[in-house]
T-cell receptor, first 113, second 112 residues
């Protein structure tokens, strides 16, 4: 689906450890997004990028950082994971020519114990 | 930023009945409203979308209506089938963040 790969697909980690999730796209889309999905909250925007080295905060950015050094890769880092960050994380991309349509990756299930 | 509210959170219908899911949004500048379907363990998939210059759009058994004045939009599924069972999300395009803001989701169950 739109050449978006998330890794890892599943991860279990302990509170206080750093975690990095990777999103890789082969579509050369300019915009990339990280969302988290929790029951009763839908999908909430964590961070987004509108180009290489251009990133900004979403509505739930506390405790997360991102980096985008290449068009194809968008990394999400939890500097010190907490149990409240247990969630399913989705990466999405968008290209201006496609309008506002988002293409989603398969998701990463993260459990913080 | 944009805020989207979605109702109901769960909806159970009999096969063949219609289902309606409603959303409201807060930012009058929003101009794009998609609906996504998510099956268990899968990624969200776009099923239909509407722009602010259109009041209604249909695609076979699904339709979306938009009332810009009231800032609400709805998804209508007719002749529901068991394979329509999923979680449905509405969204509105936040022109400030250039990102979609999603509703909290509706779990639709179609009983055979």
């Amino acid at each position: 689906d739109a050449g978006i790969t998330q890794s890892p697909r599943h991860k279990v980690t302990e509170t206080g450890t750093p975690v990095t999730l990777r999103c890789h796209q082969t579509e050369n889309h300019r915009y990339m997004y990280w969302y988290r999905q929790d029951p009763g909250h839908g999908l909430r925007l964590i961070h987004y990028s509108y180009g290489v080295k251009d990133t900004d905060k979403g509505e739930v950015s506390d405790g997360y950082s991102v980096s985008r050094s290449k068009t194809e890769d968008f990394l999400l880092t939890l500097e010190s994971a907490t149990s409240s960050q247990t969630s399913v994380y989705f990466c999405a991309t968008r290209e201006r020519q496609e309008g506002e349509k988002l293409f989603f990756g398969s998701g990463t299930q993260l459990s913080v114990l | 930023g944009e805020n989207v509210e979605q109702h109901p959170s769960t909806l159970s219908v009999q096969e063949g009945d219609s289902a309606v899911i409603k959303c409201t949004y807060s930012d009058s500048a929003s101009n794009y409203f998609p609906w996504y379907k998510q099956e268990l363990g899968k990624r969200p998939q776009l099923i239909i979308d509407i722009r602010s210059n259109v009041g209604e759009k249909k695609d076979q058994r699904i339709a979306v209506t938009l009332n810009k004045t009231a800032k609400h939009f709805s998804l209508h599924i007719t002749e529901t089938q068991p394979e329509d069972s999923a979680v449905y999300f509405c969204a509105a395009y936040d022109t400030g963040r250039r990102a979609l803001t999603f509703g909290s989701g509706t779990r639709l169950q179609v009983q055979p």
